[in-house]
Nanobody
Framework: EVQLVESGGGLVQVGGSLRLSCAASGLFFDDYTIGWFRQAPGKEREGVSCISNGDGDTYYPNSVKGRFTISSDNAQNTVYLQMNDLQPEDTAVYYC???????????????????WGKGTLVTVSS
């Protein structure tokens, strides 16, 4: 059984930083693209960062480029998302997701992903 377990969410002030972690089990880590999607109230779930564990290729949309950094510890089967300079519009539930498909699938709809975690809430207060 594939499990993705997120941690690291919380409340932070504008301009602050948080690091999210996603611990994966039940899959061959190196074969998968793993990343982060977020969903704010009333909005669609969107991809914010993904990494291909096989070749290290990454994806970021323009909205987070330069502020968010994704990394992967293949020995620990864990993916991290370092989020800096957080803004109120970054407030959302952040979900870890995995797919056997290439990293560019993260730029598409959420249903491209094969497995999901339960999510962790990030709140940025002004």
């Amino acid at each position: 059984e594939v499990q993705l377990v997120e941690s690291g969410g919380g409340l932070v002030q504008v301009g602050g930083s948080l690091r999210l972690s996603c611990a994966a089990s039940g899959l061959f880590f190196d074969d998968y693209t793993i990343g982060w999607f977020r969903q704010a109230p009333g909005k669609e779930r969107e991809g914010v960062s993904c990494i291909s564990n096989g070749d290290g290729d990454t994806y970021y949309p323009n909205s987070v480029k330069g502020r968010f950094t994704i990394s992967s510890d293949n020995a620990q089967n864990t993916v991290y998302l370092q989020m800096n300079d957080l803004q109120p519009e970054d407030t959302a539930v952040y979900y870890c997701a995995a797919t056997i498909s290439p990293v560019y699938y993260c730029s598409g709809p959420a249903h491209n992903m094969d497995y999901w975690g339960k999510g962790t809430l990030v709140t940025v207060s002004s």
